[in-house]
């Protein structure tokens, strides 16, 4: 809930410009982050995770690197591409009970031509 | 083959009645969840299990029940659904790595309450 904060709600974007989706949390336990992707009528899908500080996390071009200090854990990709438009989560998992993730209120990426 | 199915994919129900969704995971996870996926909120924990005969409230539990008879089955029971509870409805499993459950996701069901 407002654990994770997302602040686009909408993101469109050319195809080939780097993307940026921003997002910050708010815990007192040792956080781990992850980003989710759902493309159209389809089920979210693990992109990246992280639980280590100051650390990148790649996969599929997309990266991520989960920063302590300022809270955050923005999702990047240097070039996006059509097959990129979906809409992204981050979510949270924090102590004492790592069994359950918080949302944030997702972004949805559209790539133009 | 999907690991984590669900059952109905769509559903119309009529105020006042009861609804019964249905989730089923190969995964031979011990963690099953449901949540709901609203516009603007995106996805928020009804409620979630351990294993086999246990469940636990999650965020928004108000209105729902849940039901976990086994390893592989979790169902999310709706005594008397109301219009409020449209929504796309998804279950996932899951198994503590590192301590932290990484999550997979069924289809989802899309439920309309008239």
């Known amino acids: 809930g407002d654990s994770v904060t997302q602040t686009e709600g909408l993101v469109t974007l050319t195809k080939g410009l780097p993307v940026m989706l921003n997002c910050t949390y708010q815990?007192?336990?040792?956080?781990?982050l992850f980003w989710y992707v759902q493309h159209l009528n389809e089920a979210p899908k693990l992109l990246l995770k992280?639980?280590?500080?100051?650390k990148r996390t790649e996969h599929q071009g997309f990266y991520a690197t989960l920063h302590k200090s300022s809270s955050s854990f923005h999702l990047q990709k240097s070039s996006v591409q059509l097959s990129d438009s979906a809409l992204y989560f981050c979510?949270?998992?924090?102590?004492?009970?790592?069994?359950?993730?918080?949302f944030g209120s997702g972004t949805k990426l559209t790539v133009e031509p | 083959e999907a690991a984590v199915t669900q059952s109905p994919r769509n559903k119309v129900a009529v105020t006042g009645g009861k609804v019964t969704l249905s989730c089923n995971q190969t995964?031979?996870?011990?963690?099953m969840y449901w949540y709901r996926q609203d516009t603007g909120h995106g996805l928020r924990l009804i409620h979630y299990?351990?294993?086999?005969?246990?469940?636990e409230k999650g965020d928004i539990p108000d209105g729902y029940k849940a039901s976990r008879p086994s390893q592989e089955n979790f169902s999310l029971i709706l005594e008397l659904a109301t219009p409020s509870q449209t929504s796309v409805y998804f279950c996932?499993?899951?198994?503590?790595?590192?301590?932290?459950?990484?999550?997979?996701f069924g289809p989802g069901t899309r439920l309309t309450v008239l």
């Open positions: 996932a499993s899951g198994d503590p790595d590192w301590g932290v459950a990484e999550q997979f």
């Open positions: 815990t007192t336990y040792s956080p781990f």
């Open positions: 992280s639980s280590t500080d100051n």
């Open positions: 979510a949270l998992s924090e102590g004492p009970n790592y069994n359950v993730l918080y």
């Open positions: 995964n031979n996870h011990n963690n």
């Open positions: 299990s351990y294993g086999a005969g246990s469940t």
